[in-house]
C-alpha cells in the first residue's frame, strides 16, 4: 500500500512539471514594429535642395539640486523649459537656518506630458506632381520624381492651449521617442528635390506621380500647475498647487521624407 501511495505521488509530481516545461517551450511573440516606414515612403535629406536645420532636441539632464526637487514633488516634471530654470538657480544652505521658511512663487507652469496615441500619416500633405501624356507613345515613358516648386509643410497644435510652444517641446521629444523618426513643426522641400526611382507609364496611358509629405499624429494629455520652490530651514522641496490636465493633439512633419503614389489611366485624372 505505502509502496501505490509512493507511486501515486510521483506520477503527480511529474504531471505538475509539464505545464512549466511546455511553457519554456513555447515561442516568444515577438513585438512587431509599429512605426515601419513603408517601401512608398523615401528619405531625400541627400537630395533635397533646401537644407533643413536638425531638430535636435535633447533631453535636458537636471543638476544634483534639480533632481532632489523634481524627486520632492508630487507631480511628475518635464517641461524642458522649467528644469532649465531650476538647473539655473542655486539656493545655498547654512547651519543656521534653524526656524527659517521661505515661500518662492514660480509661476504656473505645464509639467509633463502624457501621450496617448501616436499615429503616422503617410499622406499628411500632398506637395507635388510630376505628369507625362504618353497616350502616343509605343513604348513605356520613364517618370522620376522631381520636386516643381518649394513647398513649406507645417504642423501644430490642434487647438488653443495656454504655453503652447512649451506643450509641442514636449509632445515633439515624445513622439520622436515612440516613432524615432525625424520630426519637426515645420520642414521644406527645396525646388529642383530629385529621386532617382524610375515609375513606367505605359503606352496609351497618361502617367501621374504624386509626392506627399509624411506627418504624425500625435495625442495626449498635459498637465499643469502653479509651481512653489519651499524653503523650510535646511530643507528645500517643490509643492504644485492648483493641478488641471487638458487633452491636445498636434501634427508633426516629418523631416526630408517624402511619400510617393503612381497611377497610370487612360483619360485626364
Do not use: C
Not at 517551450?25 to 535629406?45: D, H, L
Not at 507631480?75 to 537656518?97: C, G
Not at 510630376?130 to 520624381?145: A, E, L, S, V
Not at 494629455?221 to 530651514?233: A, C, N, R, S
Request: charged share 20%; glycine share 6%.
Amino acid at each position: 500500500m505505502k509502496k501505490n501511495v509512493s507511486l501515486l505521488m510521483t506520477f503527480l509530481l511529474m504531471l505538475s512539471f509539464i505545464p512549466s516545461a511546455l511553457a519554456q517551450k513555447a515561442p516568444v511573440k515577438q513585438n512587431a514594429v509599429k512605426y515601419q516606414v513603408p517601401p512608398s515612403v523615401r528619405n531625400i535629406s541627400k537630395e533635397n535642395t533646401y537644407p533643413n536645420s536638425t531638430q535636435d532636441l535633447p533631453l535636458l539632464q537636471p543638476s544634483d539640486l534639480t533632481k532632489k526637487l523634481i524627486n520632492s514633488s508630487r507631480v511628475k516634471i518635464q517641461n524642458p523649459d522649467l528644469i532649465r530654470m531650476l538647473n539655473e538657480s542655486s539656493i545655498n544652505s547654512t547651519p543656521f537656518a534653524l526656524g527659517y521658511r521661505a515661500i518662492i512663487y514660480l509661476g504656473q507652469w505645464p509639467l509633463n506630458y502624457e501621450s496617448s496615441e501616436t499615429s503616422p500619416n503617410w499622406e499628411y500633405q500632398k506637395i507635388n506632381t510630376n505628369y507625362f501624356d504618353n497616350r502616343g507613345g509605343k513604348t513605356p515613358f520613364q517618370i522620376k520624381y522631381v520636386q516643381e516648386s518649394q513647398k513649406v509643410i507645417r504642423g501644430g497644435l490642434t487647438s488653443k492651449i495656454p504655453n503652447a510652444e512649451e506643450v509641442k517641446k514636449m509632445m515633439l521629444l515624445k513622439a520622436m521617442e515612440k516613432t524615432n523618426l525625424p520630426l519637426a513643426f515645420e520642414t521644406i522641400i527645396g525646388t529642383g528635390t530629385k529621386n532617382d526611382h524610375i515609375y513606367n507609364i505605359p503606352p496609351n496611358r497618361l502617367g501621374y506621380l504624386y509626392a506627399y509629405a509624411p506627418g504624425v499624429n500625435e495625442k495626449g494629455k498635459v498637465t499643469y500647475g502653479e509651481v512653489y520652490l519651499m524653503l523650510k530651514g535646511s530643507k528645500k522641496f517643490i509643492v504644485i498647487k492648483n493641478v488641471t490636465s487638458q487633452g491636445i493633439g498636434a501634427w508633426i512633419p516629418v523631416q526630408d521624407y517624402v511619400s510617393f503614389g503612381f497611377a497610370a489611366s487612360e483619360r485626364p485624372r
